[in-house]
């Protein structure tokens, strides 16, 4: 059974940093794009970021362009969400995904295949 589990949120001032990690277990990814997801209150899920199976290709919402880092480790079959300079319209509940066929790096929810339980971020002002 696969199991993505994200880890990392919490409370921060803005301007602070969060690093995000997803472990995935249930079989190896190490072929598949993997990606960040988020939902604000009210809102629907938006695309944050995405990483290729080697590491070679990332692709990032314009909103966290520049701010925001994603990375993973096969070895750990995890994926990582380095958030720095981060905005209270950043505060949201964050989840990873994975899209099974290594298909680019997609940016819709319907691309990817299985998904965490995700973890709340809140970022004051």
């Known amino acids: 059974q696969v199991q993505l589990v994200e880890s990392g949120g919490g409370l921060v001032q803005a301007g602070g940093s969060l690093r995000l990690s997803c472990a995935a277990s249930g079989r190896t990814f190490s072929r598949s794009t993997m990606g960040w997801f988020r939902q604000a209150p009210g809102k629907e899920r938006e695309f944050v970021a995405a990483?290729?199976?080697?590491?070679?290709?990332?692709y990032y919402a314009d909103s966290v362009k520049g701010r925001f880092t994603i990375s993973r480790n096969n070895a750990k079959n995890a994926v990582y969400l380095q958030m720095n300079s981060l905005k209270p319209e950043d505060t949201a509940v964050y989840y990873c995904?994975?899209?099974?066929?290594?298909?680019?790096?997609?940016?819709?929810?319907?691309?990817?295949?299985?998904w965490g339980q995700g973890t709340q971020v809140t970022v004051s002002s």
């Open positions: 990483i290729t199976w080697s590491g070679g290709m990332t």
């Open positions: 995904a994975v899209e099974s066929y290594g298909l680019g790096v997609p940016t819709t929810n319907s691309e990817y295949d299985y």
